[in-house]
C-alpha cells in the first residue's frame, strides 16, 4: 500500500499504517519500536511537502484521536486532541462561543501537524500558530507521557511548539482561545509596487495584511482585513462563484492551458491577474482566514528579516523577468510576529514570508533553485513543511538554537525512534547517525 501526501511529492510504503484510540496504545506501538529497532512517523493530514512523515516502517495516524477534550470558558483554554483537524476544530470552537487569535490559509491540517512546523498566517501582532499553544501533552521515544508547561519546562515547551516530530508524539495541544468575532475582508487589486509601498501602513491599519502576484503582471491581489461588530451577509452563490468557479475551477484550466502550452505562462499570469476578484465580505472569523484550494500545486516558502521583505520580493520579480520560468501560480506575501521558538521561522524578531508556488504536473526545479538562491542570499529560513534544499550547515546557521534543540532532542528518544534517513541528512548533513 502507498502512502502519498497532497502535494504528490511523496509515495512510500510503511510496513505498517496504525490508527491509535488511547494513548497507551502509542506506548505500546513506541516500546516495541524500541525493541525491533524500528522507526515511527506520525502523520496529521499530510499537507506537507517535504518527506517529514516518511518511514518505511511505521507511520500512526491520529485520525480517532480527534475532537474537544475540554473547554475552560473563564480561562479562554480548549484542550484538543492532536490529531483534530481544524476544519472541526473551528466549527465546534465557534459554537461554544470561541475563535482562535489566527489562522492559516487553509483549515485541513491537524493541529499537532501545523504547529509542528511552523505553519503561520499574517499580521503584524501575530505569531506562527503555535504561539497560540499553552500546553502539549506527549509520548517521547521511551515511551513516556509527559504534560508541558510554559512555565515548568519552558525548553521543553519552546521546543515542542515547532518540532517536526523529533520528540514523540503528541496527543493533546492546549491553547489560548478568544471570544468568537466576525472578520471583514477587503479584497483589492493594485499596483505590485503600491502593494509593497504600502505594506507597513497596511500592518498598522489593518489586523491581517497579505498579497499575492502574479508573475509578469503589475498588478496584486491584496487582502486586508479588520474585525466586524456585525455578522454581515454572506451570499452563498457568490461564494460558490467565487471561490469555487473562479479561484479553483477557472485558475485549474489556467494551470492545465500552462502545463501544456508552457510559452504561454505569461500571458496566461497576466490574464489571470486581470480577472482576480475584488470584493468585500463579512463572516465567521474562521471562515475568513480559509480558502478552499482544490488545484494541486508545489510550494516553497522562506522568511526573511521583514525590513527585507519588499526588496526580496522586488528581486524575484527580476529573476522572474530576466529567466523567463514557465509559472501559472502566484507569490504570495505574508508577515509575521517574531518569537523565541527555537525552530520557528519567525525566531529572534519579524518576518516577511515569501511563498513561491507551481502546479503539480509542472517543472519546479529550476524556478524554485533560483528563488531559493535570492532567499538563502538574505539568510532566509525555510518552512519545514514546504520544499527546499537547504543543508544543514545553512540550517545550523539561520536557526541559531538548532543544536541546542537537537541536543536537548536526544534526551526524550535516545534511541532514535523518530529518526529517519530524511531527518538525519537534513538536520545533520550526511553524517547517518542510525540505521533504518
Ligand atoms: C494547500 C495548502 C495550504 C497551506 N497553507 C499554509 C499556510 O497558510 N501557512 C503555512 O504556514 N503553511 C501552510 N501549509 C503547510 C501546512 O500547514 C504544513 O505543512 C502542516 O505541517 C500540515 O499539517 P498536517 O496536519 O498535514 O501535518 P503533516 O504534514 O501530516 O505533518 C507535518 C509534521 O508534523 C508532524 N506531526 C503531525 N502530527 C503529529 C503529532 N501528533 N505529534 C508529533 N508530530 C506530529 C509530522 O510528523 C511531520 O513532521 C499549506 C499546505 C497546503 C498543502
Given at each position: 500500500?502507498?502512502?502519498?501526501?497532497?502535494?504528490?511529492?511523496?509515495?512510500?510504503?510503511?510496513?505498517?499504517?496504525?490508527?491509535?484510540?488511547?494513548?497507551?496504545?502509542?506506548?505500546?506501538?513506541?516500546?516495541?519500536?524500541?525493541?525491533?529497532?524500528?522507526?515511527?512517523r506520525v502523520v496529521g493530514a499530510a499537507h506537507s511537502w517535504t518527506p517529514l512523515i516518511e518511514t518505511n516502517h511505521i507511520l500512526l495516524s491520529l485520525d480517532r484521536m480527534q475532537g474537544l477534550i475540554s473547554l475552560s470558558p473563564t480561562q479562554m483554554t480548549a484542550t484538543l486532541w492532536a490529531g483534530t483537524r481544524l476544519y472541526r476544530a473551528l466549527p465546534a470552537l465557534w459554537k461554544a462561543g470561541f475563535s482562535l487569535l489566527n489562522q492559516g490559509d487553509i483549515d485541513r491540517q491537524s493541529i499537532a501537524g501545523a504547529f509542528s512546523t511552523g505553519t503561520h498566517g499574517t499580521g503584524r501582532?501575530?505569531?506562527?500558530?503555535?504561539?497560540?499553544?499553552?500546553?502539549?501533552?506527549?509520548?517521547?521515544?521511551?515511551?513516556?507521557?509527559?504534560?508541558?508547561?510554559?512555565?515548568?519546562?519552558?525548553?521543553?515547551?519552546?521546543?515542542?511548539?515547532?518540532?517536526?516530530?523529533?520528540?514523540?508524539?503528541?496527543?493533546?495541544?492546549?491553547?489560548?482561545?478568544?471570544?468568537?468575532?466576525?472578520?471583514?475582508?477587503?479584497?483589492?487589486?493594485?499596483?505590485?509596487?503600491?502593494?509593497?509601498?504600502?505594506s507597513e501602513a497596511y500592518l498598522e491599519q489593518y489586523r491581517h495584511f497579505?498579497?499575492?502576484?502574479?508573475?509578469?503582471?503589475?498588478?496584486?491581489?491584496?487582502?486586508?482585513?479588520?474585525v466586524s461588530e456585525t455578522p454581515g451577509q454572506t451570499s452563498w452563490w457568490r461564494r460558490w462563484a467565487v471561490d469555487k468557479v473562479w479561484e479553483n475551477g477557472a485558475f485549474w484550466v489556467i494551470n492545465k492551458l500552462s502545463q501544456w502550452a508552457p510559452q504561454l505562462s505569461p500571458?496566461?499570469?497576466?490574464?489571470?491577474?486581470?480577472?482576480?476578484?475584488?470584493?468585500?465580505?463579512?463572516?465567521?472569523?474562521?471562515?475568513?482566514?480559509?480558502?478552499?484550494?482544490w488545484v494541486r500545486f508545489r510550494e516553497m516558502e522562506y522568511s526573511v528579516p521583514a525590513a527585507a521583505g519588499p526588496e526580496v520580493l522586488r528581486e524575484i520579480r527580476r529573476w522572474i523577468d530576466q529567466h523567463s520560468p514557465a509559472v501559472s501560480f502566484p507569490i504570495e506575501y505574508r508577515y509575521v510576529k517574531g518569537d523565541e521558538i527555537p525552530l520557528s521561522p519567525a525566531y529572534g524578531g519579524d518576518r516577511v514570508l515569501i511563498a513561491v508556488h507551481m502546479y503539480y504536473r509542472m517543472p519546479y526545479e529550476r524556478y524554485f533553485r533560483g528563488i531559493e538562491s535570492i532567499f538563502q542570499a538574505h539568510e532566509g529560513r525555510p518552512h519545514w513543511g514546504k520544499m527546499h534544499t537547504a543543508s544543514s550547515a545553512y540550517l545550523q546557521k539561520v536557526y541559531p538554537e538548532l543544536e541546542s534543540f537537537l541536543t536537548l532532542r536526544q534526551k526524550y528518544d535516545p534511541q532514535g525512534v523518530f529518526l529517519?534517513?530524511?531527518?538525519?541528512?537534513?538536520?545533520?548533513?550526511?553524517?547517518i547517525l542510525l540505521s533504518t
Open positions: 500500500m502507498s502512502y502519498r501526501n497532497w502535494g504528490r511529492t511523496l509515495a512510500f510504503q510503511p510496513e505498517q499504517l496504525l490508527f491509535p484510540k488511547k494513548e497507551e496504545e502509542i506506548v505500546r506501538v513506541i516500546r516495541q519500536a524500541i525493541e525491533e529497532k524500528k522507526t515511527v501582532e501575530f505569531g506562527i500558530l503555535a504561539t497560540q499553544a499553552i500546553h502539549y501533552r506527549f509520548i517521547s521515544g521511551e515511551g513516556k507521557i509527559y504534560d508541558v508547561y510554559p512555565e515548568l519546562q519552558p525548553e521543553l515547551f519552546r521546543a515542542l511548539q515547532v518540532s517536526l516530530g523529533l520528540f514523540g508524539v503528541i496527543t493533546q495541544v492546549t491553547l489560548q482561545v478568544t471570544p468568537r468575532y466576525y472578520l471583514r475582508l477587503i479584497k483589492r487589486i493594485e499596483p505590485l509596487e503600491v502593494a509593497l509601498e504600502q497579505e498579497f499575492f502576484w502574479f508573475p509578469y503582471s503589475e498588478v496584486a491581489l491584496v487582502k486586508l482585513t479588520e500571458t496566461l499570469c497576466r490574464f489571470a491577474s486581470r480577472n482576480m476578484t475584488a470584493e468585500i465580505r463579512v463572516d465567521k472569523a474562521y471562515r475568513i482566514f480559509a480558502s478552499p484550494r529517519t534517513p530524511f531527518l538525519q541528512r537534513m538536520l545533520w548533513g550526511e553524517k
